[in-house]
């Protein structure tokens, strides 16, 4: 590993010293001053390619084909455009390393799972990992991006923090990662960035959950879910509705139960749920944390049983795994998630200039058991 970055350091010098060279060597020669206003955006016009590109030909050469860098250092010894000594500098630390930024470090259902089936990837193409958390706040998410920047990772793997388009900030978004200058990739949420996406096409999963319970002969069916701005809840409770009206079942504005995607929230709004006069027969809570949170009420309740409704979670609760205790749920592998995110992320590196890719990935309905 230690040669590969050392050759990777002498091929990025190497094609800015000669670029450099070339350019100073022709215009002293011809009694002429270098075009200082030259720009990556001319060289990526003239080149027909992404700004990104060029970027990359001057500071990760390595990942860039053969033929394409061969054209871009040709144009820019062209246009005599000469790299900054800032430029010149940073690129000699050429970045291994593959930010990433999830809502929660701390959640299992990306810790674990999903963390392995991006490490498989990574490792195997020497790549380390920087994470951040954004703790599904704006605010929190910007600053985790400007510290990617700042570190110069060599690809992000991105899991927005909030609805931005909802928030009418998407375009903000947008000229922020543009402004990265890296490979991003967008994970478990399609927010309508421009960029790879891969995520589990939840609004369907969770009509299925509700077609499921259906037919077993239930007709109230709760929901426990996130809060109205979060973009997987807006497609969660359209695959709620959808669910519902496809079984003939009314809509009951009663049976819906909202608070944030954490254990403690499902704690709470399941333990208003018992309280309630009205009671569902059936309940589906849409994330692992809200599961945690649902089973710990009801277990309360029950004084230790966990059948007091029919349920359904969203994503493997790894608590019923521990204690041996057979549970439904609509299973999102995350170790898939990670893995094709990653490896999406590795093959933008090696072709930047493909189509952005939107993969969605199957959600099956399991009953587990032990």
Wanted: glycine fraction near 6%; charged fraction near 25%.
């Amino acid at each position: 590993m230690h040669n590969h970055e050392n050759n990777t350091d002498i091929l990025t010098s190497n094609v800015q010293n000669n670029i450099i060279q070339a350019n100073e060597t022709d215009y002293i020669r011809r009694g002429l001053k270098i075009d200082k206003n030259i720009t990556i955006s001319d060289i990526a016009e003239r080149a027909g390619v992404s700004k990104a590109t060029v970027s990359r030909v001057l500071n990760s050469p390595e990942i860039v084909e053969e033929h394409t860098r061969e054209n871009i250092s040709r144009i820019m010894k062209e246009l005599h455009y000469t790299p900054s000594q800032t430029a010149r500098n940073l690129s000699m630390k050429s970045s291994s390393t593959v930010g990433v930024i999830v809502p929660e470090i701390s959640n299992y259902f990306f810790w674990r799972a999903w963390f392995s089936g991006v490490e498989e990837v990574t490792k195997r193409h020497n790549l380390s990992l920087l994470y951040s958390g954004n703790d599904n706040d704006m605010d929190t998410d910007y600053k985790a991006l400007d510290m990617m920047k700042m570190q110069r990772v060599r690809g992000l793997l991105y899991i927005p923090a909030v609805n931005y388009s909802a928030l009418g900030v998407l375009d903000k978004l947008q000229r922020k990662l543009d402004r990265m200058n890296c490979p991003i990739v967008c994970m478990d949420r399609d927010v309508g960035l421009k960029c790879d996406i891969v995520h589990f096409d939840d609004q369907s999963a969770v009509r299925k959950a509700v077609l499921a319970l259906a037919n077993e002969g239930h007709r109230k069916i709760a929901i426990i879910i996130g809060d109205k701005e979060n973009i997987l809840s807006v497609q969660r409770f359209e695959g709620y509705l959808e669910g519902l009206k496809k079984a003939g079942i009314p809509y009951d504005e009663e049976l819906v139960f909202r608070g944030t995607y954490t254990r403690v929230s499902g704690y709470q709004v399941t333990k208003q749920m018992i309280a309630k006069s009205k009671q569902p027969t059936a309940v589906i809570t849409c994330n692992n944390l809200l599961s945690k949170g649902y089973i710990q009420a009801v277990c309360e309740h029950t004084h230790g049983k966990t059948d007091m409704y029919t349920h359904i979670g969203l994503d493997e609760i790894d608590m019923m795994q521990y204690l041996g205790i057979p549970y439904n749920c609509i299973q999102r592998d995350a170790y898939e998630l990670g893995h094709s995110a990653a490896e999406l992320l590795i093959k933008r590196l090696e072709q930047p200039d493909e189509t952005f890719q939107h993969m969605i990935l199957n959600s099956p309905l399991v009953h587990q058991t032990f």
